[in-house]
């Protein structure tokens, strides 16, 4: 019984086979300007992926379609053009830096400087009042205070 539980635990532990495409070029540079575009493009269904990495439908469009283009004669600027076009900047893995994207690059580094900030601030807050104490008037009051709880 837990030979079977076993088997069934490893062939579910396999990993599910991947299909590789093939895309044949006749100029090493149209390959290479393949590779460097299908690692640059983001998968759109997978969000964390680039086409290249990816094995979803859309990616495997995708893939055909750089492929197309670049046998039409497109140049690399050409397909990042009708790709964010079509799909918005986000389907750059590394999008331009730019207006629409300024979030994307600055949003860490702001929200790095607010969290210094607030650290900083918070870190002052707890030390200056660990450095406010009872002075002497304060001091005779409580204990006055203490003594007549003692009596009651």
Same mark, same amino acid.
């Given at each position: 019984?837990?030979?079977?539980?076993? @088997? $069934?635990?490893? !062939?579910?532990? #396999?990993?599910?086979?991947?299909?590789?495409?093939?895309?044949?070029?006749? +100029?090493? &540079?149209?390959?290479?300007?393949?590779?460097? @575009? $299908?690692?640059? !493009?983001?998968? #759109?269904?997978?969000?964390?992926?680039?086409?290249?990495?990816?094995?979803? +439908?859309? &990616?495997?469009?995708?893939?055909?379609?750089?492929?197309?283009?670049?046998?039409?004669?497109?140049?690399?600027?050409?397909?990042?053009?009708?790709?964010?076009?079509?799909?918005?900047?986000?389907?750059?893995?590394?999008?331009?830096?730019?207006?629409?994207?300024?979030?994307?690059?600055?949003?860490?580094?702001?929200?790095?400087?607010?969290?210094?900030?607030?650290?900083?601030?918070?870190?002052?807050?707890?030390?200056?009042?660990?450095?406010?104490?009872?002075?002497?008037?304060?001091?005779?009051?409580?204990?006055?205070?203490?003594?007549?709880?003692?009596?009651?």
């Amino acid at each position: 019984m837990n030979k079977v539980i076993i @088997l $069934i635990l490893c !062939l579910l532990a #396999l990993p599910a086979t991947a299909v590789v495409e093939y895309h044949p070029f006749d +100029d090493p &540079a149209r390959e290479q300007a393949y590779q460097t @575009l $299908i690692s640059e !493009l983001r998968c #759109l269904v997978c969000q964390n992926q680039t086409i290249a990495d990816s094995n979803a +439908d859309l &990616a495997k469009d995708l893939r055909q379609q750089v492929y197309d283009m670049l046998q039409q004669g497109k140049s690399q600027q050409d397909v990042v053009d009708f790709m964010t076009q079509r799909y918005g900047d986000f389907v750059m893995y590394r999008p331009a830096f730019g207006i629409k994207t300024a979030l994307l690059w600055l949003g860490p580094i702001v929200f790095l400087l607010i969290g210094i900030v607030t650290v900083v601030v918070l870190a002052r807050q707890k030390k200056v009042a660990a450095q406010t104490g009872l002075d002497s008037k304060q001091l005779g009051k409580l204990n006055e205070i203490l003594q007549q709880g003692e009596e009651d």
